[in-house]
Structures are given as C-alpha cells and as structure tokens.
C-alpha cells in the first residue's frame, strides 16, 4: 500500500472517530478511539508506515505548539502566573530527575541519559485529552486555563529538557556549565526568532495588502507556514524551535488584537486552524495505534533479548504502569505543595490561590488531568535511529517508545475512568477571578456604546453633505442604532430581567437561524431552477453564512 494511500485512510479514520465518539453510549476519550482506528489499520496488509523522526517532529509540533500560544487566554495566564510555572517548569525539573531515577533503577539496561530523556518527553501533558475526557461533567473554567497554560509551557521545558537528555545519550558527555550556557541561548534565541519573524512576516504581509489589497487565501496560507518557518530559522541557529513556535503563536494573539486583518479572512482564518489541529492531533494518535503492534513487538523483543528471559517482557509492562502511578505521585506531591504556598502568599495579601479547603477534590483532579498526549508521542517517535559518532543503535530506543506509548494510554484511561467519578455531584468549588467575572460584558457594552456614537455621528454628517438623502440616512442609522441600544439595555435589568433578556437572546437567534435557513434554500432552489447562476448562489448563500457565523460565533457564543 502506497504511503499517500495510507495517509488518506488514517485521516478518514480522524473522521470516523469523531462520530464514534457521539455515538458511542459510554463516554470514551476521543484519543482511545483514534488509537483504536490505527490498531485495526495496522492489520491490514501492507499498511505499515515508516517515520523518520526528524520530520515527525517537524510535521506535528510547530503548528500545534504555535496555536497553543496563539490561543492561550493570556488573561487567566498571567493572574494565575505562579501556579502555571510552578507545574510547568518546577514540576517539569522534579519530574524529569524522579522518574528519570526511577526508570533507570527499574530498568538497568536503559541507560541513565535515556531515561531522563524519557522522563522528560512523558512531562508534558494533554489538556485537549483532558478537555475531551470531561466534555460530560466539565472542569471549571479557572482549573482548565491552568491546565492549559500548564500545557503550553510545559510542553517547551520538557521537550528542551528531553533534547539535552537525547544530546548527551548520543555523545556521551554531560557538562552543567556547557548544558546552562545552550540553555539559556536556546531559550533566548527561540524566543526572540519567533517573536521577530513572525513580527516581520505580518508587516510585509500589512505592507503588500495596503499597497495591493488583501487576498484570504494567501494572507491564510501565509498564516500556516509561519510556525515551520520559525521552528526551521530557530533549528538552523541552533536555538530551540519548539520556544520559537510558541512565541511565534503568542505574537500572532497580541498582532491579531491590530484588527489588520479583513473579516472574511479571520472567518476563514479560524476554520482552517481548527482544521489542523483536529487533523493533526487524530492524526497523532491514529499513527500511534497504527505503530502500536511493531512498538509492542519490538519492545518486548529487545527486553527479552537484554536479559535473555521471557519475563523480562511482562516486567517491562509492569514498569509502564509503576513509571504512570510515579507520574500521578510525583504530581500529586507538587500540586498539593505548591498550592498551600500560593495559599500562604494569597492570605498575605495576594489574590492568586486556589484555596485548597474550598473543595479537597482539586488536588487529585489536578493530578489526574495530567494526561499525556500528543507532545509527548511526537517527541519520543523522534528519538534518533541510531548513534552518530558509530552508527550503532540508539540505546533502548523500542523500550522508551513502548514506556512512553504505554504510558499515553494508562494516563487516558485511568483519567476517563476516574476523573469523570471525581467531578460528578455537585459542582467544584473553585473560585474564580472575581475582577474580570463581568469583563467581557463590560467590553460589549462599552464597544456598543461607541458604536451607536459613531453611527450617530457620521449620519449627521452625512446628511448635512447631502440634504435630499437626509430621511434615508435617519432611518438606517435607526435600524442600526436600535440593534445597539438593544445591548446596553442590558445593564437596566435586574438579575430575574437578566435572566428573561437572555431568553429574548436565544428566541432572537433561533428565528434569525430560520431566517437564514429560508435565505439560504431560496438561493438554493432558485440555482436548481436556473432563475440564478450556481456562481451567484454560492455567493449569495456565502453572505448569509457570514453573517451567521459573525452574529452568533461557536467559540464566543455571544452576538
């Protein structure tokens, strides 16, 4: 079977396991179902995929990484500051040395090198995992921006940690003093790379639409090529690019705040990326299940190989499962720490914690969600082949990939097992920023406020230039007008009016959705019958779309 036959079956497995997920009776982590998928692609004859880990890496993490950091809400990110980089880099460090230790003891024949390596690329975790596990009984929305800011930093510590960890596996040598001074150039020059290249990639692209206007596909296109880009400028310096693609993704949030960008292409824009990301995140676990059988295969093949005992290979999936119940330890240890210190500076006069003796529950679901995802299989699919100063293989590289892939798999399960248990009944406790609780509401009715001035404004003068289109002018600034001030009555109702405005909300767009629908079967029926092009209805039809989409968006659900 041919590599793009391949490729097309395992996306239309993506597809298929989207579906399997809603229909399915129970509740089963999409990445369980994906990694099913790729098992059974896996038994069909000739399928078998053969990755070089350099481009895996390259293919998977840039894009992802970089949405990652385009996404982030940033203001959750910086209030709970202290706790997000006490999981994503305290926790990352003390990960990487216990079970590095760990797995060495457990494992003699792993070298100590490899497993920090392997340590480190099983530090980052998962929230869209997590996200999909608890779909039916949410987080609150607090503890997942710290899962997700978590993720976001975690995922560049531990994959910088897991590279000097791979370098001194493959060159022998380890020096504190060397390893700091790469660090710190890594990390610097990841960073500055993707924040200037990205910088200078959307003022030539501002530049050549104000000179010569703004095409969608290629402003869009542009978009996806920019985290290879950076990721590729950062390697070839020697700096990290997983940090440049994650500063290259949070410089594109505070560009997208210029509002350069056309409407249609930020539209567009959205539904692309949430494509890639669907994509390739299925993708990911699809190709672990399909590379699972060769994994297992290979593992326990080498364990028993090393020791020249059968048992050597039940004792190494023993191991996966003591490293995964270390992971949840050795996080459950951090969490429950670093909370009571966010705690003790919070009574001295900070707003910052997660009071613990709110509710005893957010220590082992903090835990639990610490599921390990796609990062971590893109990183250890990317350990080298083999060594390059003799050409020999590289050390226990089946052992680490089976350790790691096992270790995905028990950290989804027990999540979606337990996780769901732990956050049924009454709702968790978590208090929540309470300054910025009615910030966007504020910000809708102060735009709306400006918007109305703005409009009041333009008619008068518009209609003082030209006096004998004055009454035309009057009524459409009123239909405007009015949709506006429908907002900022708002503010006039008490909680029980609230309550009923935001039943009128629900009615108003059920109807403008029926509205749209009728718009858009006209079109429709009028290109069947050829009273109209089928040029023009797609045009036509792709207004209404518009609007609905700019009306009432998925991500905001606010109009």
Request: with cysteine; hydrophobic share 50%.
């Amino acid at each position: 079977m041919h590599s793009i036959e391949v490729v097309l079956i395992m996306l239309l497995a993506v597809v298929a396991s989207s579906y399997l997920a809603r229909a399915l009776p129970v509740s089963v982590p999409l990445p369980l179902i994906q990694i099913a998928l790729g098992v059974l692609i896996a038994a069909a004859p000739e399928s078998a995929v053969k990755l070089e880990p350099e481009i895996f890496l390259f293919a998977f993490l840039p894009p992802l990484l970089f949405l990652d950091g385009w996404r982030i809400p940033k203001a959750s990110l910086f209030h709970d500051k202290i706790t997000v980089l006490s999981l994503a880099l305290g926790l990352v460090i003390f990960t990487v040395v216990g079970a590095g230790f760990l797995i060495h003891v457990l494992i003699p024949d792993i070298p100590l090198s490899v497993a920090f390596a392997l340590a480190a690329v099983v530090s980052p975790t998962d929230p869209v995992a997590v996200s999909s596990i608890v779909s039916r009984c949410p987080l609150p929305k607090r503890l997942m921006h710290i899962l997700e800011g978590e993720s976001l930093l975690n995922d560049a510590s531990g994959l910088v940690c897991f590279r000097f960890a791979v370098l001194a596996a493959m060159t022998g040598q380890f020096s504190l003093g060397t390893a700091s001074l790469s660090f710190l150039w890594m990390a610097v020059g990841g960073l500055l790379l993707g924040v200037a290249i990205t910088l200078a990639v959307n003022y030539t692209q501002h530049w050549l639409s104000r000179h010569w206007g703004e095409e969608s596909g290629a402003s869009i296109l542009t978009n996806l090529l920019t985290p290879f880009g950076v990721y590729f400028a950062a390697e070839l310096f020697h700096a990290s690019g997983i940090l440049a693609a994650v500063a290259a993704g949070i410089t594109m949030s505070y560009i997208e705040l210029t509002g350069r960008a056309l409407a249609a292409t930020r539209v567009q824009r959205t539904a692309v990326w949430d494509m890639v990301r669907f994509a390739l995140n299925g993708l990911m676990f699809v190709l672990l299940g399909e590379q699972l059988p060769a994994i297992v295969g290979n593992a326990m093949q080498a364990a028993a190989g090393a020791t020249g005992k059968v048992g050597a290979s039940l004792w190494l999936l023993v191991c996966a499962v003591v490293i995964t119940a270390a992971l949840v330890g050795l996080r459950y240890l951090w969490v429950w720490l670093s909370l009571r210190v966010v705690s003790f500076f919070s009574r001295r006069g900070r707003d910052e914690a997660i009071a613990v003796e709110v509710d005893p529950r957010i220590v082992p679901v903090m835990s639990l969600a610490g599921v390990r995802g796609a990062v971590t299989l893109a990183g250890v699919m990317s350990l080298p082949l083999i060594m390059k100063h003799d050409g020999s293989p590289f050390p226990a590289r089946d052992q680490a990939i089976f350790l790691a892939a096992t270790v995905i798999l028990i950290s989804l399960t027990t999540a979606s097992v337990f996780l769901p248990r732990l956050l049924r009944g009454k709702a968790m406790d978590v208090p929540d920023v309470s300054a910025k609780e009615r910030q966007e509401e504020d910000a809708l009715r102060e735009a709306a406020a400006s918007a109305i001035k703005a409009v009041e404004d333009t008619c008068h003068e518009m209609a003082e230039k030209h006096p004998g289109e004055a009454e035309l002018y009057t009524q459409t600034a009123l239909r405007i007008v009015e949709n506006y001030r429908y907002r900022l009555a708002e503010e006039a109702f008490s909680t029980e009016d609230g309550q009923t405005l935001r039943n009128v909300d629900k009615i108003d767009l059920k109807l403008r959705q029926i509205a749209w629908d009728a718009e858009r079967k006209t079109f429709h029926r009028l290109a069947k019958t050829g009273r109209i092009t089928d040029e023009l209805s797609r045009r036509l039809v792709g207004k209404v779309d518009f609007l609905s989409v700019a009306y009432h968006h998925p991500e905001t659900g606010h109009h």
